[in-house]
């Protein structure tokens, strides 16, 4: 068998002409989503992903700013921008990229994110809608996965999804979304035992360890559906998946692929939430 692949970059190709079509409607009532991203420091993946964020909300009509700040930047400092992001109405929704500097600490900065512009779906309002099911923003990269499962109407109630890798960004919140869509959800870690055995169980096996190709053809049970969160550099440069595509790709039904996969899916989810927070949607 040879899996079915499933293509984020078509996909979200697909999802940013309808955001376009809506966000124009949008212009004609006088409301241009607005998305503020702040870097700080100068982390060359990360000014790569800020990149990508500016041009795909470009593409959309969306408006985006960019607030670039020194490594040296104070948590105070960092603190007191987002508060003056919060009452700005012209701003819809608020990124911080992170990592951040070691002397600033993350869960303070995503805590003083207003609820309602936290486009990333950060913060633990939101998490605890997204657990007991209410509407919110969802966490992207997590978001962009149910969308990507929905699009080839692939069938998760009932379903044993196995995730790998517990990340607040990407592990857990799938996990959950996953069960909110009615599947039994086993979570793997670093510190699991019989990780071989317990993926080699999964229908939906989630794989977001950040280990080039940890993933192999022996990980995986046949017909299952392997999405791979990974983005691992290789020495060459290139791009590649936590999943050993090649050998994976003959025993699962359907897979993703790293590039063109779940990462174009990242940034569509987080237009959509921009579009949804100047909506007003998320209250
Ligand atoms: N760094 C890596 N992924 C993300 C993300 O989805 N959002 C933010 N804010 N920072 C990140």
Known sequence: MSAEVINGRELSTALKEEMKVEVEKLKEFGLTPHLTVVLVGDNPASKSYVKGKEKAAAETGISSSLIELPASTTESALLQLIQ?????????GILVQLPLPDQIREEKVIEAIHPDKDVDGFHPINIGKM????????????????TMLKSKNIK??????????????VGKPVGQLLLNENATVTYCHSRTKNLQELAA??????????????ITAEYIKDGAVVIDVGINRLENGSLTGDVDFESAKEKASYITPVPRG????????????????AKGLSK
């Open 201 to 214: 169980n999964a229908d939906i096996l989630i794989a977001a360890i950040g280990k080039a190709h940890a």
């Open 84 to 92: 003056e992001l919060n009452d700005d109405t012209t701003v819809h």
């Open 131 to 146: 657990m007991t099911g209410e509407d919110t923003f969802l966490p992207c990269t997590p978001y962009g996965i149910i």
């Open 262 to 277: 779940v990462g174009p899916m990242t940034i569509t989810m987080l237009l959509k939430n921009t579009i949804k927070a």
């Open 156 to 169: 998760i109630e009932g379903k044993h999804a196995v995730v790998i890798g517990r990340s607040n960004i």
